[in-house]
């Protein structure tokens, strides 16, 4: 391992796209004096079409170095198969950094990339790894029931997340946490373990943990037809499902054909089971709408001439959204009309 701790300040690129990487990319910013480093580059995304008049958008990260005066690069690609990707490499290697800082970039960096900065590059990664490797680590996690979550710091090889770990910092996921709130989190978390880690690169670099592949999970990217509820599933996995959701693509069911999607409900109550059809509404109340949902080996068990069987779970809900309307809390639909006791969700009638 070379040192990098002289006085010599360390040049250093960035690479990354969304609102997680532009927090850690604002606080490298400011931390580049009392890390003796210096932000030479930074990589992001091609503007994209955004919002109804799809106009054309700077990514987060991009709109934070545009503010600081700091170099923007956004090549489609890296690959030596193309002229654009031999150019983007001269373009990086005319920037001599000493170590890229990747976050949630979105673009694949091939091995000829990964060896140009000098320490190569790291990785502020949203997954205590090998858990999670891949596009949705924070979903991912909320979605499996984890119980904790964090940040890895890794160093980059030609896998997917496989590299070696340099540092480790968790985080629990509270009984409340959407994908949002978790996102949030993690994006702050990542912020402080990228500092700690260049405070001191050739230590945690020296100090590599080799990842346990049997450990590892695929973090599969988002769709959107994962966010519709099969009502037969247990009010535990469903409850994950509305927060793992929040907000993109977002949980939603069908009510006399019309799609409603369901924002927020309550922890599961295992002392509320029901013999309902799943996906009936057993009541609208102003605290929460109860909702059938299926077996769930949390609720109590019920006998039948002797015999124990599960019987169905309830999900309670506080907060959905009709279709072309806003959305609407449980007290607020209480004294409307238009869910009452008994009606059916349903799944899409294709």
Same mark, same amino acid.
């Given at each position: ?68 005066? %700091? ?15 031999? %150019? ?37 990664? *949203? ?7 891949? *596009?949705?680590?924070?979903?991912? *996690?909320?979605?499996?029931? /984890?119980?904790?979550?964090?940040? +890895? ?19 629990? %996921? ?9 996102? /949030? ?27 346990? /592949?049997?450990? #590892? ?28 959701? +929040? ?28 013999? !309902? ?9 102003? !605290? #929460? ?60 009638? !294709?």
């Amino acid at each position: 391992m070379k040192d990098c701790s002289s006085s010599k300040r360390l040049r250093v690129a960035f690479a990354g796209t969304p609102e997680f990487a532009a927090v850690s990319l604002e606080a490298l910013i400011s931390q580049q004096e009392a890390l003796n480093i210096d932000i030479v580059a930074v990589y992001t995304q091609p503007d994209r079409k955004a919002g109804r008049g799809q106009k054309l958008s700077a990514s987060a990260v991009k709109q934070v170095a545009l503010a600081h005066d %700091i170099a923007v690069e956004q090549p489609l690609t890296f690959k030596k198969s193309s002229s654009e990707g031999l %150019i983007a490499r001269e373009t990086l290697r005319s920037y001599q950094p000493d170590v890229m800082i990747v976050a949630a970039y979105g673009l694949i960096l091939p091995i000829g990339v990964l060896t140009t900065p000098t320490y190569g590059c790291l990785n502020i990664h *949203a997954s205590l790894l090998p858990r999670w490797r891949g *596009a949705a680590p924070i979903h991912r *996690a909320l979605l499996a029931g /984890d119980s904790e979550t964090g940040i +890895t710091i890794m160093q980059m090889d030609k896998g997917l997340d496989t590299g070696d770990m340099l540092y480790k910092v968790s985080a629990s %996921i509270e009984s409340d946490d959407t994908a949002a709130s978790l996102h /949030d989190k993690m994006a702050e978390l990542g912020a402080t373990a990228i500092i700690t880690v260049l405070q001191d690169l050739p230590h945690y670099q020296d100090q590599a943990i080799v990842q346990d /592949d049997s450990q #590892a999970n695929y973090a599969e990217k988002l769709v959107k037809t994962e966010g519709e509820i099969d009502w037969t599933q247990s009010a535990t996995v469903i409850e994950r499902q509305i927060r793992g959701l +929040t907000p993109w693509p977002g949980a939603y069911t069908f009510l006399a054909g019309q799609r409603v999607k369901i924002l927020a409900s309550l922890p599961v109550n295992a002392s509320q089971p029901t013999d !309902k059809q799943a996906g009936t509404v057993i009541s609208v109340g102003r !605290k #929460a709408i109860l909702v059938a949902c299926g077996h769930d080996s949390k609720v109590n068990m019920d006998t039948d001439n002797g015999v124990e069987k599960p019987q169905a779970s309830t999900l309670a809900i506080t907060q959905l959204q009709f279709a072309g309307s806003k959305p609407v809390s449980a007290e607020q639909i209480c004294h409307g009309n238009q869910l009452n006791d008994g009606d059916q969700f349903s799944k899409e009638t !294709k």
